[in-house]
């Protein structure tokens, strides 16, 4: 008698695209097991991503401003849903696998640093130039979950979550080394685009950060004013524009959609981003994390205690150099963890 799962990937046979990546067919995981047999599985790798102690945490690390006072304002995890939600439209309208396209965007920032990208930041300058948050998100999933055991996931997941950023490089990549195996994970990387374009946006003149009016015309002409009518017009164009070449799914958008989509982006990065305000709270947050580590590779119990609270303990029976693994244990904080440890550490404690 067929399982369940092996009826849903029967399903997927016949409605899927010839470019969907078949949950039947995944290159598998490192560690082979048996397999669920109620999920397939793309949907058993993003049930592992939903109950991980990492992406728990995302509801406490900052996506741009420093420990945000109103409820609004997004978290890492907020955008991760959002980015989730957007990838699977895209993914179900081009007939492609959307379990896979869940998995690999709930999973995307599972390494992000407190702080958002000053965070990031401040880790390349105090620990390696290579830092990355797409690679700690890697080896988040591969070692520090489950006791250092990873979450075991799919070659297709693991590499859709590596692949899913490259800085401030193009919207939508040419560059064979930087796409993912698969095209749902080439999805993400747009829809996490999209995403952060749309609420950062938003975010930024809640706080005042800019004025509505400071939006490039153009952006606001062809995109649209609301959060709503923005995210529509990229996901629909995105769809209704890419097609099949020479054998090829060809994931494009309109000149004028994809030219406002950079216009925008350009104009957070120059008057969000890179603001005054925002430069002055990355100050704080790279004094914060700086301290930290430096109290870190100095006092070896306190390292200790701290991998035990964030259950990092047994991920160590390996030989890792203390700066990597104090890496590891500052990229896990949530911001308010860091803050209170911080103010632990180094603020004065009053008499009694």
Do not use: W
Not at 112 to 118: D, K, M, N, V
Not at 204 to 218: C, D, K, M, N, T
Not at 230 to 241: C, E, G, P, Y
């Amino acid at each position: 008698m067929m399982s369940i799962r092996e009826e849903f990937e029967k399903r997927e046979k016949k409605f899927m695209s010839p470019f969907g990546c078949l949950s039947a067919e995944s290159r598998g995981r490192e560690k082979e097991e048996k397999h669920c047999p109620v999920r397939t599985a793309f949907q058993l790798d993003r049930d592992r991503i939903v109950y991980s102690n990492g992406f728990r945490r995302l509801k406490h690390k900052t996506q741009v401003f420093l420990s945000p006072l109103g409820d609004d304002y997004r978290t890492r995890l907020t955008h991760t849903l959002e980015v989730a939600q957007m990838a699977r439209a895209i993914a179900r309208a081009l007939f492609l696998n959307e379990d896979l396209a869940e998995a690999i965007a709930l999973g995307h920032d599972l390494g992000h640093t407190p702080f958002g990208h000053s965070g990031e930041t401040a880790l390349k300058e105090i620990y390696s130039a290579d830092f990355s948050h797409n690679e700690q998100s890697l080896r988040v999933v591969e070692l520090l979950e489950n006791n250092g055991k990873g979450l075991n996931l799919t070659y297709e997941v693991r590499d859709g979550i590596l692949k899913h950023s490259k800085g401030f490089g193009k919207i939508i990549s040419e560059d064979p080394a930087e796409m993912a195996s698969s095209y749902e994970g080439r999805i993400v990387r747009i829809a996490d685009i999209m995403a952060y374009l749309n609420h950062d946006l938003e975010d930024a003149i809640r706080s005042l950060v800019v004025r509505a009016s400071q939006v490039p015309p153009a952006c606001i002409k062809i995109l649209g004013q609301s959060h709503s009518e923005r995210a529509t017009v990229m996901i629909r164009d995105l769809i209704s524009t890419s097609e099949v070449h020479d054998g090829e799914l060809r994931l494009q958008m309109t000149e004028d959609v994809y030219a406002a989509m950079n216009e925008l982006r350009q104009f957070l990065y120059e008057n969000v981003y890179r603001s005054a305000k925002v430069h002055k709270d990355f100050e704080k947050a790279k004094k914060i994390l700086s301290e930290l580590y430096s109290y870190f590779l100095e006092n070896d119990q306190i390292l200790e205690q701290k991998l035990t609270e964030l259950n990092l303990d047994r991920c160590y029976n390996r030989n890792h150099s203390k700066e990597r693994t104090v890496c590891d244990v500052i990229a896990s904080m949530t911001d308010r963890y860091a803050l209170n440890l911080y103010k632990k550490i180094f603020f004065p404690s009053p008499l009694v």
